[in-house]
């Protein structure tokens, strides 16, 4: 069974621009989370989505944004980057995001360097 | 405002010792906890869950405790090998209605030989 998968794997943006991550899940798993990590904060959850619908979404300001398609698949988008935007975004899959029961599995990341 | 907590300093044990990291939460009331391992440049890789009604999860090297008296778990690797140095985090629930994992922000361990 394939993994779940992040691309690109690294990026490098320029301030105010804006920019595109996309994570495909593991086959049959509905529930997609995203996840900006950077060494001073360490893993902050951005939202989670399950089957298209945002069901939850952490404290980042309206320039990030994101969307599930039909097949599960998920994209996020982050408008006029700013520096502090630098971080390592991941993305982690469940099969219904109910952790009582399952765990995420995490894709490999994509390195975001503003500059 | 809610917490969890991880010891930020990296811990450094000997092959062969027992390494324990310890997990703290506050204004949490988790129905569970996970751990997880995250080796640099990569994603985390789940370890272990331990429900609120589980005292002590085990799986080969590894043993999870959960205190929810306490708000504490203990994480420990028996026997500890190089290849166990990486970056150990706890996650739990968000208690946002809906499971959503919230991360500490993990502890280092470097397993020396």
């Known amino acids: 069974k394939a993994g779940v998968t992040q691309t690109p794997r690294y990026l490098i943006k320029t301030r105010g621009q804006q920019v595109t991550l996309s994570c495909s899940p593991i086959?049959?798993?509905?529930?997609v989370s995203w996840y900006q990590q950077t060494p001073g904060q360490g893993l902050q959850f951005l939202f989670e989505y399950f089957s298209e619908t945002q069901r939850n979404k952490g404290n980042f300001p309206g320039r990030f944004s994101g969307r599930q398609f039909s097949n599960s698949r998920s994209e996020m988008n982050v408008s006029t980057l700013e520096l502090g935007d630098s971080a390592l975004y991941l993305c982690?899959?469940?099969?219904?995001?109910?952790?009582?029961?399952?765990?995420?599995?995490f894709g490999q990341g994509t390195r975001l360097t503003v500059v | 405002s809610q917490k969890i907590e991880q010891n930020s300093e990296a811990l450094n044990i000997q092959e062969g010792k027992t390494a324990t990291l310890t997990c703290n939460y506050t204004n949490y009331s988790p129905a569970y906890l996970q751990w997880y391992r995250q080796d640099p440049g990569r994603g985390p890789v789940f370890l272990l869950l331990i429900r609120e009604n589980e005292k002590e999860k085990r799986k080969e090297r590894l043993k999870v405790t959960f205190d929810t008296t306490l708000k504490q778990s203990l994480f420990h690797i028996t026997a500890s090998q190089p290849a166990d140095s990486a970056t150990y985090l706890c996650?739990?629930?968000?208690?946002?209605?809906?499971?959503?994992?919230?991360f500490g922000k993990g502890t280092m361990l470097l397993v020396s030989p």
């Open positions: 982690a899959s469940s099969s219904t995001g109910q952790f009582v029961n399952t765990e995420a599995f």
């Open positions: 086959s049959g798993h509905r529930s």
């Open positions: 996650a739990l629930d968000r208690n946002s209605g809906y499971s959503t994992l919230t």
